[in-house]
């Protein structure tokens, strides 16, 4: 971890501090998240996500609680594979991840409120030009005073494709080799369109900006054509943090050479330390340094004073699980329809090996469940706890004891917690882990310096740092031209700087 982590008294084992633990609020803008129909659980209050103040006091909830990050995910397109082609219905009644609201306009509202917690949010790379995808980030950037992450994703729903005007999605490949590509873009214009003493704002003289500090980009390349400048002067951190998820190989690819921390879901940690050691090992590759990336799993925390209130709690939460919309929710994250199957169809031998794969992973970590068929009934249940991602019920020990066997198997710096109510799940959790957590030296007592960036908080350092690749588009002060540009010819160098833009073109 960063500096930014004080250790608890008792943190030292054998001489030497643990490993503090990274925890996120893994959240989304939309009634029903991972959890399809808990929006009218007790203790959640999903469906007033349209308001503000709901987003301001749970920021307020977490950031006193001393949470590392709120992670917001998103979506470009509804979830309509189950009783589809192209069926919304199965997901409405549920609010399962519909309707979903963008989640960076949140950000200012809930920056102005707290004063250490970091916003992760998810904005896809596919569906947007990277000139004004640059200028949005780099404004919460200043509005948040750098306490923004950006979690890139390239989308793979149908269902955004075909909104987005395309008859089908984009290959898998070349959407990482467009990401690529448009990353440079980024790191152009964030990082090397304006001088880092560009910015005087001298009253006196009357000059806000050096005349000879901001320059073109010029980029021209197999996908984008972005003359440049950038539009927003450099804000707080210039390239905001740098979250990535993707768990395949080209993923991972991508993740190991442009992420800062890395977003990855798996049922068991020996699985999973599979995919750190392989991040780990092409951030390597990429001649970067393994402590400036951080690998973050999701999973879901069910706790309570003891193990069998935990249990029961778990009960409780599937009274109001709607199987439409888990369905609905299975559908989008897999592309599988289960309406196509019977009901009482065990998917241990399914037809399907990737269905009959993942009911093997939920299998093993579900206990008692070894020799049960793997029903739609029970897949729901499965999901309506959590989705996907591994789940952890019990006491505070119980938990404690399960999450630090994660660390310290898989590798992994730390959890994106998901909900099954919120704010309730997230009460709990600040209620009866962290204390557990804190207790134990794996989880930060308080913070080391007030209104750190994101980068400083995951990896210590405000800028990119150098081993990173978008550092070598940096135009530092003092240089006439930024050295990404040094090498080109004489006629470009020779660009005249940018021009004046007349008030409103």
Same mark, same amino acid.
């Given at each position: ?8 008294t008792?943190?030292?084992q054998?001489?030497?501090a ?11 803008n ?6 399809a129909?808990?929006w ?12 503000l ?5 749970? $920021?307020?909830?977490?950031d006193?609680?001393?949470?590392h990050a ?7 397109g509804?979830?309509d ?10 997901a409405?009644a ?17 920056a102005?409120?707290? !004063? ?13 030009k990277?000139?004004? #995808? ?8 200043? #509005?948040? &005073? ?10 793979y ?9 395309l ?7 070349e959407?990482?080799?467009i ?18 003493d ?14 000879d500090?901001?320059?073109? /980009? ?33 993923g ?6 442009h992420?800062e921390?890395i ?6 940690p020996e ?15 990429e ?17 309570a $004073? ?6 029961? !709690?778990?009960?409780?939460? #599937?009274?109001?699980?709607d ?7 299975f ?5 599988? &329809?289960l309406?196509t ?13 990737r ?7 939920f ?7 070894d020799?049960?068929?793997?029903t739609?009934?029970?897949i ?9 991602? $591994? ?18 198997v898989?590798?992994?710096?730390g959890?994106?917690l $998901?909900? /099954? ?6 009460? &709990? ?5 962290l ?33 990173h ?14 050295r ?8 470009? #160098?020779l ?8 008030t409103g073109?």
């Open positions: 971890m960063a500096s930014d982590n004080k250790t608890a008792n943190g030292h054998n001489g030497q643990k490993k503090q633990i990274i925890l996120n609020a893994f959240v989304m939309t009634p029903s998240h991972l959890a129909g808990l009218r659980h007790p203790t959640s209050k999903t469906d007033r996500y349209k308001k103040s709901f987003w301001t006091d749970l $920021a307020q909830l977490l006193k609680a001393g949470f709120m992670f917001i995910a998103d979506t470009l509804p979830y594979v189950y009783k589809g082609p192209a069926n919304v219905v199965p409405l549920a609010g399962a991840q519909y309707p979903v609201n963008d989640p960076l306009y949140l950000v200012p509202a809930m102005a409120v707290t !004063k250490n917690l970091i916003f992760g949010v998810t904005a896809s790379l596919t569906y947007e990277p000139y004004s #995808l640059a200028r949005r980030l780099s404004t919460v950037d200043h #509005l948040s &005073d750098g306490r923004i992450a950006w979690n890139i994703v390239t989308s729903l149908d269902s955004a494709a075909r909104n987005h005007g008859k089908e999605q984009i290959p898998h490949d959407r990482y080799a990401a690529h590509e448009y990353l440079e873009v980024l790191y152009k214009l964030w990082e090397g369109s304006f001088r880092d560009a910015v005087l704002a001298d009253r006196e003289r009357g000059i806000y900006i050096a005349s500090a901001v320059r073109q /980009i010029n980029h021209k390349g197999k996908y984008f054509e972005v003359p440049g400048p950038h539009f927003c002067e450099p804000s707080p951190q210039r390239t905001p943090f740098l979250f990535q998820a993707g768990v395949s190989e080209t991972n690819g991508f993740g190991g050479k992420g921390a977003f990855i879901g798996g049922q068991e699985l999973v330390r599979n995919t750190v050691d392989n991040i780990r090992n092409v951030a390597h590759k001649g970067r340094d393994q402590n400036h990336i951080k690998v973050i799993v999701g999973i879901n925390v069910i706790v $004073a003891t193990d069998e209130e935990a249990i029961a !709690k778990r009960d409780d939460y #599937l009274n109001y699980a199987q439409e919309g888990a369905l609905a929710l559908g989008g994250w897999t592309g599988v &329809d309406s199957y019977g009901d009482d169809d065990d998917f241990r031998f399914s037809d399907s090996p269905v009959k794969s993942m009911i093997r992973r299998s093993a970590t579900v206990p008692g469940t020799n049960l068929p793997w739609k009934k029970r729901v249940e499965y999901l309506s706890v959590g989705g996907l991602q $591994a789940k952890v019920i019990g006491s505070p020990q119980t938990v404690a004891d399960e999450l630090e066997r994660w660390i310290e898989s590798g992994a710096d959890f994106n $998901a909900h /099954i109510a919120n704010p309730g799940t997230f009460e &709990d959790i600040i209620e009866y882990l204390p557990e957590l804190q207790k134990r030296g794996r989880f930060r007592t308080s913070v080391e310096k007030e209104g750190a960036t994101a980068r400083e908080v995951f990896i210590g350092s405000q800028r990119l740092p150098e081993d690749p978008g550092s070598k588009y940096k135009w530092r002060a003092g240089e006439k031209l930024p990404y540009q040094a090498n080109t010819e004489d006629s470009e #160098l660009q005249p700087p940018a021009k004046r833009i007349r073109e």
